[in-house]
């Protein structure tokens, strides 16, 4: 039987991750999203924020200015990257095969793109990701507006670069993806229903990997 | 009662006027597409086609063009153009006024925007938009694949120019939609029920307009 995989991409702040769990919830479908990094860390023996930094939030601009630049001086660096890049898609095919599953970022949209994936980007308005970014701060953290905003642009840059390393579609582009869903002035919880429904419908009727 | 409005944007060729109706039909709202112009026509003594051409197809550029070079040669076909989107708006907002209802295109989420309408963009792969015409397209109608992607595209300018004019968010930017559905690969109608019920529950869970 065909393999259901989603694959959910998403704009920092915008709920995506919340929408991901849910929707594998409400499917009874597994989720891997921290679990990727965990399991690499226990591969590696490197420590998660290291692993996260490495893989999408500082690697991939280094690592292709490296490439380029020097050959020797960062060696290891680019070597590391480019190792756990490997490694991470290797663990993603691997979690694919387990069976029905939802996975966030990582670009497996397009590491997993001969399984035909339903492809979902999750996007809202920057006043509503600000806000959620706001609601989930820690107390005393104390970043201003702004100091928010320009790191949300920041890690969504990095997503971008790092998705468009491994994949000819742009992160973020309509196009890319099957459903686009904005979230702003709603409440995740509340529509996921009607975004599993599309997506039994859509797999119902899809011709694609057919 | 609040008033129930769905907007309907869509690429040409992607199925979104099949799209609009079937939602229409589907949740019992009215459905106002070529109503639109059928009743300006009534009311302006003009054909239709001429209609659209003022309105959607060809109207813009002419209009911005004539408007800056020459006040003389084309003031009736200005003021036409500019007495058309008039009556068009007015004609719009009374249609909304009467009830639950799908309006497609004619940058009605931007006419309608204190009503805060639902607002769903329907779009498709070139390929699949292709396919779509062709299999529409008349016996003997004779356009070679080029000629209707070239039309296409020329479709969809006019639209988003036509549409820009009015509205302060860019037309097929997935930030101005609420819900972006791409239509490749799949069928239409068996998709629309769960559009319908993702709508039901947005509405439902909304903030916007409270």
């Known amino acids: ?4 995989i989603i694959c959910v991409s998403r704009e920092f702040g915008s709920g995506g991750r919340e929408l991901g ?10 989720y891997y999203d921290r679990e990727i990094v965990l399991s690499l860390a226990e591969q590696t023996g490197m420590d998660e924020n290291s692993l996260e930094q490495q893989l999408e939030i500082a690697a991939p601009v280094p690592f292709a200015i ?18 756990l890049l490997s490694l991470q898609t290797r663990l993603i095919k691997e ?9 966030v970022g990582r670009a497996a949209d397009s590491i997993l793109e001969e399984e035909f994936p339903f492809r979902l980007f999750v996007y809202a308005e920057s006043e509503a990701k600000l806000e959620r970014c706001r609601s989930r701060a820690t107390e005393g953290e104390g970043l201003s507006d702004r100091e928010i905003l320009r790191q949300m642009k920041r890690i969504d840059r990095r997503r971008a670069e790092f998705h468009d390393i491994i994949s000819p579609r742009p992160w973020g582009d309509k196009e890319s993806y099957d459903l686009c869903v904005n ?6 919880k509340a529509v996921v229903p009607a ?16």
Do not use: P
């Open 95 to 103: 979690l694919a095969a387990k069976g029905d599953c939802v996975i």
């Open 21 to 30: 769990k849910r929707l594998a919830d409400n499917l009874g479908f597994a």
């Open 183 to 188: 979230t702003t002035g709603t409440e995740i």
């Open 1 to 4: 039987m065909k393999k259901r």
């Open 66 to 83: 490296h490439f380029a630049q020097s050959f020797t001086d960062n060696l290891t660096v680019n070597d590391t990257t480019v190792q």
């Open 195 to 210: 975004v599993a429904e599309y997506y039994r419908l859509w797999a119902a009727a899809t011709d694609r990997g057919r």
